[in-house]
């Protein structure tokens, strides 16, 4: 039986009848609050008969509003207590599929499955994992047309950033490689159960138009970040350096950046996406 997804208490009763218990290894904390829970669906924008790719169903609150949209969803969870109460839930519904373990292990064996070569993602994502996810996804160059996720509130400002901004990471280099990041609303911490310590945002991100990516170009992204305080020339020499030696890469680092028109002193976070892949070209296309 389904539990009710709005109300602490019951949703507490039905973990202690079901015996079971939250895990904060996992990052689970359910979002009690329906009218935030419908405007993220609806913010995904996804109509009938697309497939959704579901980050961490829990007890399926989510689930629930997107099989009701007619949506075919594919349901990544990890705790085996979850999955029981999934399968006794939705296993009549020919539009649910479960993919059980860690979503970070689990992922890479599982195609869309889309004639609209429209593809979604979706979640209230765990803590622990959310960032690491999300970037996985971008680095081994799966994207989807459209995602919303519910993440730590810092995390979204960060993917959201741009340069110049104290949130910018580069992490934020490799949200924007791929798609256009729009924070939705603050979720405050009140509507979760257990109440985490922190507030969550909505964040929303569109697919751009897609670009080959020079080859190193997310290394590159995270050594000139590397240490943040350093000037771009010193994180990039030390990157050179490991690629072409000690010997070559002072010079090679003073032609790139003059190729670039970056200032010596320039710092990583000034560097905005287009900046990081034309350096990213011009290190492809050093020959020594
Ligand atoms: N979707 C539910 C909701 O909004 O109420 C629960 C969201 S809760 C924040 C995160 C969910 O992700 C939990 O169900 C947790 O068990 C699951 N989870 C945590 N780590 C995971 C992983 N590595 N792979 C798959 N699922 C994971």
């Known amino acids: 039986m389904m539990p009710n997804y709005n109300s602490a ?31 993220l669906v609806d913010a995904l924008g996804a109509k009938p008969g697309c497939e959704v790719w579901e980050i961490g169903p829990g007890l399926g609150a989510m689930t629930d509003m997107l099989l ?3 949506l075919r969803v594919k349901a990544f969870e990890i705790d085996n207590g979850f999955i029981r109460v999934l399968k006794e839930i939705f296993c009549d519904n020919k539009n649910f599929n479960l993919v059980e373990g860690d979503v970070l292990k689990t992922w890479k064996n599982e195609t869309s499955n889309d004639s609209l070569n429209e593809t979604f993602l979706f979640g209230n994502l765990p803590y622990n994992i959310a960032a690491v996810l999300l970037a996985d996804f971008i ?21 959201a950033a741009s340069a110049g901004s104290s949130d910018y990471s580069s992490f934020s280099v490799l949200c924007a490689s791929a798609y256009k990041v729009k924070p939705l609303s603050v979720i405050k911490r009140e509507s979760f159960y257990p109440q985490p310590n922190v507030d ?48 070559q890469s002072q010079q090679l680092c003073a032609d790139v950046l003059r190729e670039n028109a970056i200032s010596e002193n320039e710092r990583a976070e000034n560097l905005d996406f287009n900046a990081f892949l034309s350096l990213a070209k011009s290190i492809e296309n050093v020959r020594i």
């Open 9 to 39: 208490a019951e949703l507490r009763a039905f973990l202690e009848k079901e015996g079971l218990g939250m895990r904060k290894k996992f990052g689970q904390n359910f979002l009690i609050n329906p009218k935030t829970r419908q405007s």
């Open 68 to 70: 009701k949209n007619d």
């Open 200 to 247: 969550s945002m909505g964040v929303l991100l569109e697919r751009s138009s897609p670009q080959e990516m020079p080859s190193g170009f997310f290394r590159l992204v995270r050594a000139l970040f590397a240490s943040r305080r350093k000037t771009v020339k010193n994180n990039l020499t030390a990157f050179l350096s490991s690629r072409f030696g000690k010997v």
């Open 139 to 159: 680095e081994k160059g799966k994207t989807f047309s459209r995602i919303v996720v519910t993440v730590q509130k810092e995390v979204a400002l960060r993917m």
